[in-house]
């Protein structure tokens, strides 16, 4: 459970609790047993890559940080 990882995966990702393995099978049987949230988990994911965490949306964001630094 990573700040970044809940910033990019935002609503599309299902979070267990640290070094907690009840806590990741909860979460992998709440997948198993709703395809509806899966699904939209899936949609929301695309739509992530889609809108702001595609490569031609990092590019300009890391090259402009690399300039900066050099």
């Known amino acids: 459970d990573l700040r970044e990882t809940r910033v990019s995966a935002g609503e599309a990702g299902l979070y267990a609790?640290?070094?907690?393995?009840?806590?990741l099978a909860r979460c992998i049987a709440t997948?198993?047993?709703d395809p509806v949230a899966r699904n939209r988990m899936g949609e929301t994911g695309k739509a992530r890559i889609a809108t702001a965490l595609g490569w031609e949306h990092?590019?300009?964001?890391?090259?402009?940080?690399?300039r900066s630094l050099f």
């Open 58 to 66: 990092a590019a300009p964001v890391l090259l402009a940080a690399y």
């Open 31 to 33: 997948l198993l047993d």
């Open 17 to 23: 609790e640290a070094n907690d393995e009840r806590s």
